[in-house]
């Protein structure tokens, strides 16, 4: 299979798929950045993480409610959950679901409805669909997920979220035109979420004289904790005080080569940035893209075909709607693509770099994200 540079795939996409817009190479650049968050998305579903999973959820800053930025991925602990069967016929909409709910097992007086739908007439689906929150109960929201279809019958599961996640993934593209040194935009978005990662968690990094980064986090009782910073990760991973977990927030940022104006080893100003503000960055190398892309794209295995058809059918002149997303997607292009993950998920974990923290492996990344989601959320945010 032929690796190509994230640049090469730029030209190949903007020749081939793109030459109709007024900047091929621009759309593109913003195609590309759409696979790396289709691929964290399916990365974080074939760990298990679905039903945990918000998209574009508007998170506060910690300690400071008035500001709140939206995320492109953040995982919630789950306070209830349960399953429904219906066979109704298509749109699956937040209203079908609500009304098909039995409400002495799962209550949802006190919940707002959205207008989403889960599936449409059509066939797109929406990841991680928004049904209806709340701000009174425990401030949480509902989310659906299509289990699977069989038989003209459809199995969702419900997840009550509380609204305050354990963790977050950011995907960030930062690049350059051709023929430009550096990309005038490319520190701008590194400082933004460099910015984001540093507000929205109780742990504060803060670095010392000796340039040794501190750890600083508000306990209960007006007591400040501060210690060397790896020394307090690991005790917040290891602890069940709330007064440590009730507002820490793991960040993880995912960063591509776009542009190849830098790689996992040859740090720019940008990903210093970036790696010393996410408790986690991590490098998907162009190996991986390019892997992926090859095998929805441009090979001609038919197993990819129907993602391939709704990736170029949401960017063809014609398109009625955008069926290539990490909000919304052909149904059949995600089942083939939770197929793929899931029989290659060692293969696609390697196409990963850790960045910061040094030494670290995605491995050690996936135990801590499981470390948190595992603990008793409940007692910890006295619900």
């Not at 009550?160 to 051709?178: D, H, L, S, T």
């Not at 170029?312 to 069926?323: A, D, G, M, W």
Request: overall charge neutral; glycine content about 4%.
């Amino acid at each position: 299979m032929t690796c190509y540079s994230v640049d090469q795939l730029q030209n190949i996409l903007a020749n081939n798929v793109f030459n109709y817009t007024k900047d091929p190479k621009k759309a593109a650049g913003r195609a590309l950045g759409t696979m790396v968050e289709i691929i964290t998305f399916y990365l974080l579903k074939s760990w298990g993480l679905g039903q945990s999973l918000s998209i574009e959820r508007s998170l506060a800053e910690y300690g400071n409610p008035d500001i709140t930025h939206n995320v492109e991925y953040s995982l919630h602990p789950i306070l209830q959950q349960c399953e429904v069967f219906f066979s109704e016929k298509l749109p699956i909409t937040s209203t079908k679901i609500l009304s098909s709910i039995d409400k002495n097992v799962f209550s949802i007086t006190r919940f707002e409805k959205s207008n989403n739908s889960l599936l449409t007439s059509d066939l797109i689906l929406r990841n991680s669909c928004l049904i209806a929150s709340s701000k009174e109960l425990y401030s949480s929201h509902l989310v659906a997920n299509l289990d699977f279809i069989s038989n003209d019958e459809y199995k969702i599961i419900i997840s009550q979220q509380y609204e305050k996640p354990y963790a977050i993934f950011e995907c960030k593209r930062v690049g350059i035109e051709e023929g430009i040194k550096k990309g005038p935009q490319s520190i701008e978005k590194a400082k933004q979420g460099a910015y984001v990662a540093r507000m929205l968690s109780s742990l504060q990094k803060v670095r010392m004289p000796s340039g040794e980064l501190y750890g600083l986090i508000y306990k209960f009782n007006n007591e400040i904790c501060i210690k060397p910073y790896a020394e307090l990760m690991t005790e917040i991973m290891e602890s069940e005080n709330p007064s440590l977990l009730c507002d820490f927030i793991l960040t993880v940022g995912v960063v591509s080569n776009h542009g190849n104006w830098f790689t996992s080893d040859n740090h720019n100003k940008e990903l210093k940035v970036l790696a010393q503000s996410y408790d986690w960055l991590i490098f998907l190398t162009d190996k991986g893209l390019s892997e992926f892309i090859n095998h929805i794209l441009l090979d001609s295995e038919s197993n990819f075909e129907p993602v391939k058809k709704a990736f170029l059918e949401s960017y063809n002149t014609k398109r009625k709607r955008t069926r290539f997303t990490k909000v919304q997607i052909d149904y059949k292009a995600d089942q083939t693509l939770q197929s793929y993950f899931n029989d290659n998920l060692i293969g696609v974990e390697n196409w990963f770099n850790v960045i910061s923290p040094k030494d670290k492996s995605m491995q050690e990344l996936k135990s801590q994200i499981f470390r948190l989601k595992d603990k008793n959320w409940k007692e910890i945010h006295s619900l």
